[in-house]
């Protein structure tokens, strides 16, 4: 490491700002020997904001053309993150076409990204003249004179009032007062009190003492003394000594004062020490409990051959096939080296089934971390995975997570395990930077030496073609764990089945048929509809009206339960109209259905079954997946409703039946991969049937019945997927042949965003030719007031991909300075979904 010892040194620090490169500040003398890369400061940023970030870099070269402000207070005594995850930062930033401190914002938990909080102050030449003050002014300047300081949460309540920004813009005209900004780190360690015996007491014959004197005196102070006994084991070989002060009240039903008059005694002491936030677990069994069987010990086999030579590789193994059991032995294998091991789950729905099973085998060795976890707890989980290397107990080695998990910093991963890797749920769309956690995860694992295990029943079409090039090792598990077969897929024709009026509300005959034989042997079901809400929309019988947002272009979707119509874009309600505004008339029906409407159908069907929905609206709270899906699993539910929640790699041993309630609406949307997506979903769906006892069934509603994708679905034939929309992307120019990269433009003005999507589009046109899309409107032409134009850039596999991107970025970055175009909001999508 190079010597500072008597140079002026500078530092180089990342802001979690949407701006270019890295900001220089001076380091004050005294703190030159506290300053490391990795660790959190605080800086001034332009004239009045305060922010914190991270030194990436310490040099004494000392700027030229401006004078470099001083650094305002260190907040880490180690780094807060490692110089891998700094490389994996600029990659980021460098493929996702986006900045350094965007990918800083979405990496670190928000308790780390410090909070900065306006206050006023007394002006130091106030000369406490309040004759020129109104009465509300004279209330601040009164409580400053008191206080010192008011934050302007503080200003509001004095005030009494929300708008106090004017108040307080006259107040610093008058040089009565001044604006400051004071930034606190939020993230405070969970501290608990303990209560333990004073020596003195420690020994038999003290105690005996005790005891006869607070009988005579403070019985109630006895009782107490008397449950710290029996809490702490004191008599046994290994006493706790110290209790929690909580329980021991509780124990006792006794109060604070009881416990303050003991300590004021000299009797007991009263401390706090640091606790986790987060649960204990205890493994209860070995990995070499579990059996494979022969087709998974030869699986097991053929991804360790070919980690020997790739880096990477694909599972691909049929639902219910015993995927989970060969991550696990390749976990014990990565954990026995002293390794760290990332599990990848698509949705955090999946992370409690899976980490009860994980944790079954590895105990503390399991953590969780996603965005449902509150901030503390995040930093928590960060802190242990950071210092990994001075944790003997191996906690948190293995972590299951969302794609958040990601930037956790990792110090010595060896295995990356991203299951159902074809999930749409890996890509983040907003905010920047808009990554693919299954792509990224694969360039991480190379920054480790680390190897990436993809497993899902159905590979996303470029992951395939990657296995087929050569580049991903292949491995293929066709037959389900224990010899169960694959659940027989029926379709019920719904255009033959309202022709011959034999459906039930939204259920066709054959569902009705199956639903009602499952029941019957007390087994469940599972059905799904690709929307929630009660109905899709309210439309006029007479001149055919639809309620729309008011901010966005998109109708409105009515909820029963809140009795109210609600936009699922940017959360817009309003009530039901009696009367068509339009044309007066009261004909107004609900048309389409939702898991909302689906729930009270199959109640008002089925009064003495328990039906629950699965859905955004029913998840929201922490634990609102792992409820619905504990009750499922203890069989309190005999008919789950779900969206897209239900299809994502949960195993339920008792479903006999499902059913896809509108195949159409997904197989018919306007986009490229619509076909693969249906066939996935379909295909994913079906696999939560038949897990254990027998052989499940399927039921697919549509109005095509004969679409390819159902077909193949029906058949189970992948590769007959793959091929057939493996020539239409080559010959309509899509991934994996070429890639693409979208960029949305975004202004409330319609007229100035047509000027300069045309002028960006005409820009691009003329580099990179024929390869330019649009501009044009896509499906949803305005969200938030905002309207939309998009413009696609196709880039051939062959070219140079980090120069063509640059020239890409180039002028993207000339249209943002051109002063014309500065309020155009512009979002760079790499690889979109």
Request: charged letters at 25%; aromatic letters at 10%.
């Amino acid at each position: 490491m190079e010597s500072f010892d008597k140079q002026i040194l500078f530092v180089e620090v990342l802001l979690p700002l949407p701006v270019k490169g890295v900001f220089t500040y001076r380091v004050p003398w005294k703190q030159k020997d506290r300053v490391v890369k990795g660790i959190r400061v605080v800086v001034q940023f332009g004239r009045k904001k305060i922010y914190t970030g991270l030194v990436i870099d310490i040099h004494s070269n000392i700027p030229q053309n401006f004078q470099p402000k001083y650094i305002q207070s260190i907040l880490d005594p180690t780094p807060v993150v490692n110089e891998v995850q700094l490389k994996f930062w600029d990659w980021l930033a460098d493929y996702y076409l986006s900045y350094t401190g965007e990918v800083m914002n979405a990496a670190m938990p928000s308790a780390l990204k410090l909070a900065s909080e306006s206050k006023i102050v007394l002006h130091p030449s106030f000369e406490k003249d309040y004759s020129n003050f109104n009465e509300k002014e004279y209330l601040i300047i009164e409580a400053l004179e008191i206080q010192g300081v008011l934050t302007l949460s503080e200003v509001s309540k004095i005030m009494e009032q929300t708008k106090i920004l004017p108040v307080i813009k006259n107040l610093i005209e008058k040089k009565a007062v001044l604006m400051q900004e004071e930034v606190k780190d939020t993230y405070k360690p969970k501290k608990e009190k303990y209560v333990s015996l004073k020596e003195a007491y420690l020994n038999e014959q003290s105690l005996s003492e005790l005891f006869d004197e607070l009988n005579k005196k403070a019985y109630k102070q006895l009782e107490l003394l008397m449950a710290y006994i029996k809490l702490s084991d004191f008599y046994s070989e290994e006493s706790k000594e110290a209790v929690r002060q909580s329980a021991l009240l509780h124990d006792a039903n006794a109060s604070h004062a009881q416990i303050k008059a003991l300590e004021n005694k000299g009797i007991v002491e009263v401390f706090e020490k640091e606790e986790s936030r987060l649960a204990s677990h205890k493994s209860s069994a070995t990995t070499e409990s579990i059996k494979l069987t022969p087709e998974q010990e030869q699986t097991l086999r053929e991804i360790k051959n070919h980690f020997e030579e790739k880096n990477s590789v694909l599972l691909h193994g049929v639902t219910g096939s015993g995927k989970t059991e060969i991550y696990i032995k390749l976990i014990r294998e990565a954990i026995d080296q002293g390794k760290q091991v990332l599990y990848l789950l698509p949705e955090i729905a999946l992370t409690g089934q899976i980490i009860n099973r994980l944790r079954r085998f590895f105990g503390d060795r399991v953590g969780i971390y996603h965005s449902k976890y509150n901030p503390f707890e995040r930093v928590e989980i960060w802190n242990t995975v950071l210092n990994n290397h001075e944790n003997r107990e191996g906690k948190y080695q293995v972590v299951v997570g969302a794609r958040s998990a990601l930037f956790l910093p990792f110090s010595n991963l060896g295995l990356i395990i991203v299951d159902e890797e074809h999930d749409t749920s890996y890509k983040q769309f907003d905010p920047a930077p808009r990554y693919h956690a299954r792509d990224a995860a694969v360039y991480l694992a190379t920054l480790h030496k680390a190897k990436v295990l993809m497993g899902t029943a159905t590979p996303s079409l470029e992951t395939y073609y990657n296995t087929q090039q050569g580049k991903y090792g292949l491995v293929e598990l066709n037959t389900r764990y224990g010899g169960l077969q694959l659940p027989e897929l029926q379709v019920s024709n719904l255009k033959e089945e309202k022709r011959k009026k034999k459906m039930r509300s939204m259920f066709s005959s054959l569902l009705l048929k199956n639903m009602e034989s499952a029941l019957e042997n007390n087994e469940q079901v599972i059905l799904f509809q690709n929307r929630r809400g009660f109905s899709l929309r309210v439309e006029c019988e007479v001149c055919s009206w639809i309620p729309e947002c008011r901010h966005c272009d998109v109708t409105l979707i009515y909820h029963k339960k809140s009795n109210l119509l609600k936009c699922h874009y940017c959360g817009y309600t309003e009530h039901v109209p009696n009367r068509c505004p339009s044309c007066g008339s009261q004909d107004i029906f609900m048309k389409g259905f939702g898991t909302e409407q689906v729930e009270e159908e199959l109640a008002l069907m089925y009064p003495n079954q328990n039906i629950k929905r699965m859905d955004l609206d029913t998840t929201r709270s922490k634990h609102g997946h792992q409820r619905i899906i504990n009750d499922f699993e203890a069989r309190r539910i005999d008919i789950l409703v779900g969206t897209q929640m239900v299809t994502k790699g949960l195993d339920f041993d008792n479903v006999s039946v499902v059913g896809i309630l509108s195949a159409d609406g997904f197989l018919s949307f306007p986009d490229f991969r619509a076909f693969e997506r249906g066939f996935q979903l379909i295909a994913q769906v079906s696999g939560r049937a038949g897990r254990k006892k027998k052989r499940g069934k399927v039921i697919i509603q549509a109005h095509n019945p004969w679409h390819d994708a159902i077909r193949f679905a029906l058949d189970n034939d992948y590769l007959s997927m793959y091929k057939s929309q493996i020539l239409e992307r080559k010959n309509f120019k899509y991934p994996p042949f070429y890639r693409i990269v979208r960029i949305d433009l975004r202004h409330k003005e319609v007229e100035k965003l047509n000027k300069g999507a045309f002028e960006l589009g005409k820009n691009l046109k003329h580099t990179f030719g024929q390869n330019v899309l649009g501009p044009e409107f896509p499906v949803v032409p305005r969200i938030r007031n905002y309207y939309i134009k998009q413009i696609m850039v196709k880039i051939p596999k062959g070219k140079k991909l980090a120069e063509t991107k640059k020239q890409l970025y180039q002028k993207i970055e000339e249209f943002r300075d051109n002063s014309s175009y500065k309020s155009i909001r512009l979002a760079i999508d790499v690889d979109p979904l």
